[in-house]
């Protein structure tokens, strides 16, 4: 992955852009979760989302940035652990 676009980004642009990926990310999810349900059940995608959500936690180096995600969002009371 070309990184390179990100060292020329002051702080601003780069926290716009972080806002636009955790944005986008929760949308993907959120349908990802919806249409799960629709297609199997409500229970089904709950199931599986605790797996998915628990295999991300435990995958280095994005599990560690997963869990980061939820300390950062526990904090200002947006998630809670059972959300996750």
Not at 10 to 17: A, H, P
Not at 37 to 48: G, L
């Amino acid at each position: 992955m070309d990184l390179e676009i990100f060292e020329n980004m002051g702080t601003i642009q780069l926290r716009r852009y972080i806002e636009f990926l955790l944005w986008h990310y929760r949308v993907v999810d959120a349908f990802w979760f919806i249409y799960v349900a629709e297609h199997f059940d409500q229970s089904t995608a709950e199931r599986i989302n605790e797996k998915v959500w628990a295999r991300a936690k435990s995958c280095p180096p994005s599990g560690r940035r997963v869990r980061g995600l939820i300390y950062k969002f526990k904090a200002i009371g947006s998630i809670t652990e059972k959300a996750v």
